[in-house]
């Protein structure tokens, strides 16, 4: 079975950093492309970044560049998300998930979220 498990969430003064992982199993990881999502209370799903091997490095959200960095270790079926100069409204559960191919590049499986919380 495709699983999907985000961790490493949790509360951090703004200004400060979290790395969040997402072990990945039932599927060969580098086969697919594995997007970092996120909900903020009251707004709608968001898409934050997105990596695969063959198109490399994609930004969904400008709000976090310069500040957010993904990358995969293939060796683990791990993702990570490196967060930098967090702000308060980065506050939001935060989902990976797996990149179907379509043409729409619509996701097919989802993880859990784990929550982040930015204090001002």
């Known amino acids: 079975d495709v699983q999907l498990q985000a961790s490493g969430g949790g509360l951090v003064q703004a200004g400060g950093s979290l790395r969040l992982s997402c072990a990945a199993s039932?599927?060969?990881?580098?086969?697919?492309?594995i997007a970092w999502y996120r909900q903020a209370p009251g707004k709608e799903r968001e898409g934050i970044l997105c990596i695969s091997s063959r198109e490399g490095i994609t930004y969904y959200s400008d709000s976090v560049k310069g500040r957010f960095a993904i990358s995969r270790d293939l060796a683990k079926n791990t993702l990570y998300l490196q967060m930098n100069s967090l702000k308060s409204e980065d506050t939001a559960v935060y989902y990976c998930a797996r990149d179907s191919g379509s043409e729409y590049h619509e996701m097919d499986y989802w993880g859990k979220g784990t929550q982040v919380t930015v204090s001002s």
């Open positions: 039932g599927f060969i990881f580098d086969d697919y492309s």
